[in-house]
Each structure stands twice: as C-alpha cells, then as structure tokens.
C-alpha cells in the first residue's frame, strides 16, 4: 500500500531533550516536507526536500533540523524542544514540486513539550 | 493579513443542503489552487484542484475568480459524511520551487 508514515504518532516530552521524528514514503517520491499545524494557522512548512542531500528551509526552520540521506527517509530532529513546539506535525511527500502534483500527508505526530 | 484566507465556521448544515466556502489569496501570482479535506485528527487529503474553467467531481464543484483573487467550493446534497475541514491550498513559484500555501481551513458539520 502506497503511504506516508510517521512514528512516532504521539510524544510528551521535557524542554530540552532531544527527539527525532521519522517520516517515511513507499512511493519513490523526490520531494518531501514537514509541516506543523496549529489552531487558526493551517499547516506552515518547516523544512522541504527536493531530492536526497537536497534540504531547504520553509517557513518556520527555527529549532529544527532535518536530513535526507535516503529517498525514502525524511527525519525533522528537535535538537532542544521548546514549550513553543507543541503542535501536531505532518511529513508529506510527492512525485516532484511540481505545481499540479498531489500531496501525500502522513498520519500525523502530536506533540506536547512540557 | 495572512496570504490565503478561508471563512473557519463552523457552517452547521442539514443533510441534503447545498453549502459553499469561498478562499482568497492576496498574491496574484499565484498559480495553482486545490481543495483538500481533513478529518478531525487525521491528515489532509486532496479533494480536488481547481481550473479557471471550473470543475466538478460529483456533489462538488470547485471554481476559480483570478481577477477577485479567490476560490470557491460547492457541496449540493450535503451528507453527514462530508463533515471535515477544508483547507484551500494555493501555490505560487518562489524561491526556486513552488511552495504551497495553506489556508487555516473551514469547519463544516453536517446534521441529520
């Protein structure tokens, strides 16, 4: 089955301590992404892949990391998780950037830092 | 002011009613437009795009107005399992790829 999957699907955690969040896809797509969704925002880009080795800021990087050193893997890393990064996050791929192309979302990882 | 804005409801409807949402986007070069649907506490999935010309796919209908700068979409016969969010989704070229704006969606709850 054809999918986007995310692990893990929720996390309480300390600030402070590091967590990596792992996205992967079956569907040999080039281009991935993270989001976070917060109430009354929708879902803002936190970082995006166009292809392996190739990452980029989006809109809100500011305390997270990610790598691409496999087509299929997409991990977004905390590397010292803030109150602020409480949200629910999506990973989300597709075949290209192209502008027609349809996204694939991950089913989602809510997480509280405490 | 945000760059694509949706009406967040909620629009409380009865089964059978003909609902309609509307989004705007403030960059006109904007170039692609699409509705998805979410469901409470799961991900996003694509609904359908959008085309100058319009589009149907069943009960829904998804229209685009380049020159009001907005997008619309029509549910005709409303049943209960169309309750969700739909997020209008915008995207225009910038920074080298084209980067997909999402609207913050709007609630629809259908009733018996």
């Known amino acids: 089955e054809a999918q986007v999957t995310q692990n893990p699907r929720y996390l309480i955690t300390v600030t402070g301590k590091k967590l990596t969040v792992t996205c992967s896809q079956n569907m040999n797509h080039e281009y991935m992404s993270w989001y976070r969704q917060d109430p009354g925002l929708g879902l803002r880009q936190i970082y995006y892949s166009m292809n392996v080795e190739v990452t980029d800021k989006g809109d809100v990087p500011e305390g997270y990391k990610v790598s691409r050193k496999e087509k299929r893997n997409f991990p977004l890393i905390l590397e010292s998780p803030s109150p602020n990064q409480t949200s629910l996050y999506f990973c989300a791929s597709s075949l290209g950037d192209s502008s027609y192309n349809e996204q694939f979302f991950g089913p989602g990882t809510r997480l509280t830092v405490l | 002011r945000k760059e694509v804005e949706q009406d967040p409801g909620p629009f409380n409807v009865p089964e059978g009613a003909t609902v309609a949402f509307n989004c705007t986007y403030s960059?006109?070069?904007?170039?692609?437009f699409f509705w998805y649907r979410q469901d409470c506490r799961k991900e996003p999935k694509l609904l359908m795009s959008v085309y100058s010309s319009g589009n149907e796919d069943g009960r829904f209908t998804a229209q685009l107005n380049r020159a009001s700068q907005y997008i619309s979409l029509l549910i005709r016969d409303s049943k209960l399992s169309d309750s969700a969010t739909y997020l209008c989704v915008v995207i225009r070229f910038s920074g080298g790829y084209n980067k997909l704006i999402f609207g913050a969606g709007t609630r629809l709850a259908v009733h018996p």
């Open positions: 960059n006109s070069a904007s170039q692609s």
